[in-house]
């Protein structure tokens, strides 16, 4: 038995590091910020106490104007701000989180749900998934960990997954369906990862600000969070609500789907 497990950790090491090597080749400009190095972490465990949602009805998207505010690469160490403005304007957004941070910033996670936000996968390492040398394997295990972190804090299977900097092809496809995941991407850009200026990405956001619009920050940048109060004037005073993705898509998804926006074009 001793042996054995011995043998477990090796392979366990050498795994983290086939995971940790993948990460240097993402171009570095497009290197999300981590606010903590990607390090190998334990298996999640099944949690005790499940959160329990607070009940809230759903917004129906085919009576108000509805758009989608998503924040990727979290959670991070300015996310409980965050959360502090969404509740305060009353409005919900979805995270699309990345398997260390979500354990790193558990509380983070299990707040943003209980008030009434979603989440979705981001994968492990935040690797370019149609990469031709991923394996089919390792792209299985990027999506499935994180999945199984949120379901194991949140009591649900997630249903969404954000491909890392939108990167997906026919096998990713595949791997979200059988995961039973819809792809989410956006079609208003922000470019907070690039321009960590908070007028400069409520600006671009403003721009994208219309019914059924997708739009994508992070919140892994102070500016990012610091831009969000005025993105939220905004969406008042066009008489937009901000809602969960799923709300933002008629209140279902269908796994290995991609999505841009709420409307039927794509
Ligand atoms: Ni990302």
Not at 163 to 169: L, M, S, W
């Amino acid at each position: 038995m001793r042996r054995g497990t011995a043998y477990g950790a090796v392979a366990l090491g050498a795994l983290a590091f086939l995971a940790t090597s993948s990460v240097a080749d993402v171009p570095p400009e497009r290197l999300p910020l981590l606010a903590i190095p990607v390090t190998p972490s334990p298996t999640p465990t099944p949690t005790p106490t499940t959160p329990q949602r607070p009940e809230r009805e759903p917004v129906d998207c085919a009576k108000v104007k509805c758009v989608a505010l998503t924040f990727d690469d979290g959670p991070g160490f300015d996310t409980m701000r965050l959360l502090d403005i969404l509740k305060r304007n009353k409005a919900h957004a979805t995270f699309f989180v990345v398997g260390p941070q979500a354990r790193h910033f558990r509380k983070d996670v299990e707040r943003a749900f209980v008030e009434g936000h979603e989440l979705g996968v981001h994968t492990e390492h935040h690797l370019q998934l149609n990469r031709k040398s991923l394996s089919k394997k390792k792209i299985h295990d990027e999506i499935d960990k994180t999945r199984q972190t949120l379901k194991d804090y949140l009591g649900i299977d997630p249903t969404l997954f954000r491909p890392p900097y939108g990167a997906t092809d026919k096998r990713v496809k595949a791997e979200t369906k059988s995961q039973g995941l819809a792809q989410i991407l956006w079609d208003t850009d922000t470019l907070d990862w690039k321009y960590q200026s908070a007028s400069g990405i409520a600006s671009r956001a403003r721009h994208g600000l219309r019914r059924g619009a997708i739009i994508l920050m992070h919140d892994i940048y102070p500016t990012t969070v610091d831009a969000v109060q005025r993105i939220l004037d905004t969406c008042k005073s066009r008489g937009l609500t901000p809602v969960t993705v799923t709300e933002l898509l008629g209140g279902t998804t269908t796994p290995g789907r991609e999505y841009f926006d709420a409307t039927e074009s794509h």
